[in-house]
Structure formats: structure tokens, C-alpha cells
């Protein structure tokens, strides 16, 4: 199965988003999403999933949760806007970490791209994908896809999708 994985669109969705999200199997958006018309958008063009970021309204609130638990191809994930990384994790985070035991943790919030294990963990990968939207100070838009099969998540590749 083929994962596009985004966050912090902050309601700006793009024709080269949009090309990806074609060529994926499933859209996951790690929150700050930013306008109800971009969950619209992506799932009818894909099976989507998506956690609400601290900039989004009631609306998205409603729709989604704060944090998402789900087992895909066999790999247990964790999808969190506010998740922080390996040896700094926020106490609440590292709780669920601890409690349901992902093999793949997701979060956004940053605008920084980071793929790293957390060995401490169960060498849980922890993937954010930076920020594909326009908003905030980081300078490039980027966004990942990677694969999932059998228990295994492979072929991660960074999308960068140029200056923000």
C-alpha cells in the first residue's frame, strides 16, 4: 500500500499536492489542515486519514481526532499533530507511545522534515513530514510516502515540493 503522508497544509492544497495524492493508495494528513475544503478535496480522491493541529477550527475538530491509533498492512501507527521526537517526547505522547507500542509514529507541527528511530522505543520510526503548505517560516514545502506491506514499511521517499 502506497502512503501519502502531509501536514501543515494550513489550507493551501496545490496541483503538485494533488499529483501525488493520486499516485497514492491512502492520504494521511498529520493535522493543521486548515480548511475544511482540503479533507474534502483529498478523500475523494483517496481513502483519508487525518488528526486535527492546533490551528484548525471546530469543524475539522469534529471530524478528527486529536490522536489517531490504526493498524495498516500490519504496521501499528500513531498520528499525532503535537508529538515532539525520540528522547523529547512530551509526557502524554510518550504515554501512548508506551501504551499501544507503534511501529510507525506520525506527527507534525515543526514545518521541519525528520525521519529517525526512536531505539529507546521498540526502533519505532518516527516520521514528520514537514509542512507541505505556505504558511509558517519554513522554507521548503515538503511531504513523504513510503510503502506498507506485510509489517514492513519501505521505499520512504522525501517529496519536496519547492519553495514555500
Known amino acids: 500500500m ?3 503522508l502531509l501536514s501543515d497544509t494550513h489550507g493551501y492544497i496545490d496541483d503538485a499536492i494533488l499529483k501525488y495524492c493520486n499516485q497514492a493508495d491512502e492520504i494521511w494528513h498529520a493535522g493543521d489542515i486548515g480548511s475544511g475544503r ?3 478535496k483529498l478523500s ?9 493541529g492546533n ?7 469534529q471530524e478528527f481526532p486529536e490522536i489517531l491509533h490504526f493498524n495498516s498492512q500490519g504496521v501499528q501507527v500513531m498520528m499525532i499533530h503535537i508529538g515532539g521526537y525520540p528522547k523529547v517526547w512530551p509526557a502524554k505522547v510518550l504515554h501512548e507511545i508506551r501504551q499501544y507500542k507503534p511501529a510507525l509514529f506520525i506527527c507534525g507541527h515543526s514545518h521541519i522534515l525528520k525521519v529517525m528511530r526512536d531505539h529507546e522505543n521498540g526502533n519505532m520510526l518516527c516520521i514528520n513530514p514537514g509542512a507541505a503548505g505556505k504558511s509558517g517560516f519554513h522554507q521548503q ?15 520512504l521517499d522525501v517529496i519536496d515540493l519547492g519553495k514555500s
Not at 55 to 61: H, K, L, S
Open 38 to 40: 482540503i479533507p474534502e
Open 2 to 4: 502506497k502512503i501519502l
Open 141 to 155: 514545502r515538503t511531504m513523504v510516502r513510503f510503502e506498507l506491506h506485510d509489517g514492513n514499511i519501505s521505499e
Open 55 to 61: 490551528i484548525d477550527g471546530q469543524n475539522i475538530r
Open 44 to 52: 475523494s480522491i483517496k481513502p483519508f486519514r487525518a488528526v486535527y
